[in-house]
Structure formats: C-alpha cells, structure tokens
C-alpha cells in the first residue's frame, strides 16, 4: 500500500500570482483584493473577467490559515473564469503560484452551494489549523434585481509544494 505522504509544512507568506485548475483548463492571474464598502469580499473588476482575486487581507496561499480566491461566474459579455467551478470533485488539483517561485498545490476536499442569506462564514472562512484554500464565486439562480442567490464555495488544503 502507498506510504501517505506526509502533509507539507505551512508556506511563509508570499502572494500569489497565477491560478490553475488543471481539471478545468483554467489558467489565470491573480490580482489582490480587499473589502467593498459593505465589508464584503471584494472581486476583479467585471471588465477583467479571466483574472481571479485574492483577499490580501487574510493568509497568502500555503500559509497557515485559510486563503481565498474569488473570481466571476460570468459577466454581462459572456462567461468568466469560474464559470464551471461548481464541476470540480474532490482530490482534483488547484494549482497556485506564488511571488517566491513555489506553487502550492491544493487537492479539493468538497464543493458547496450556499445560498447568500445562510453563509457561513465560520465555516468557509474560519481556520481548521493547516492551510487552507477556498475558491469563491456566484452560484444559484440569477435575478436581474438582487444578482445571484448563492455562493458556489470549492474546499481544498495544501497536499504538496513545488519549486519553479
């Protein structure tokens, strides 16, 4: 039987520059984000739909704790790129290179589906004691008015470092 690897140490911080999801051929920069006014996670702007944010205002990716990226599920010109986030299974890779020359390799424990009214923050965006990544983006049906109900919320944690 295969020896279980032994979980990588957390990361030093070091911010992260480009998103892979190999199972979704996404390729994408990351640029960084913070809060809206509302103290809601911030999100790329709608012009610049193949890039991905992340919340400079939590753990870098690999570091202790939890990082969070978020990018849109579409926008007013046709799709972005998280459109399929929600097809994502669990063991399947999310690939994140950092400033350092490391990528952090995360392997996908769960997808879920929150409607907006019963987030739960704790939950996603609380700490679990080892590095943790979610992917966010907008999930649920779209109403012209009030945008998307829900939130679609990938789970993963670092299984591996690679040097580039």
Known sequence: AAVPRRP???LPPSPAVRLA???LTIEA????????PQGHLGTPPLERPREVGWYRGGPTPGEAGTALIVGHRDTRTGPAIFL???ALRPGDLVNIARADRRTAVFSVDAVKTYRKDKFPD???YGRT???????LTCGGNFEKKTGYAA???VFAHLTDVKHT
């Open 129 to 135: 004691g080892r590095p943790e990544l979610r992917l």
């Open 151 to 153: 939130n679609i919320v």
């Open 122 to 124: 704790q939950e996603v």
């Open 29 to 36: 920069p990351v640029i960084q984000v913070g809060l809206d």
């Open 84 to 86: 399929n986030l929600n």
């Open 21 to 23: 999801v190999p199972a």
């Open 8 to 10: 990588p140490r957390p």
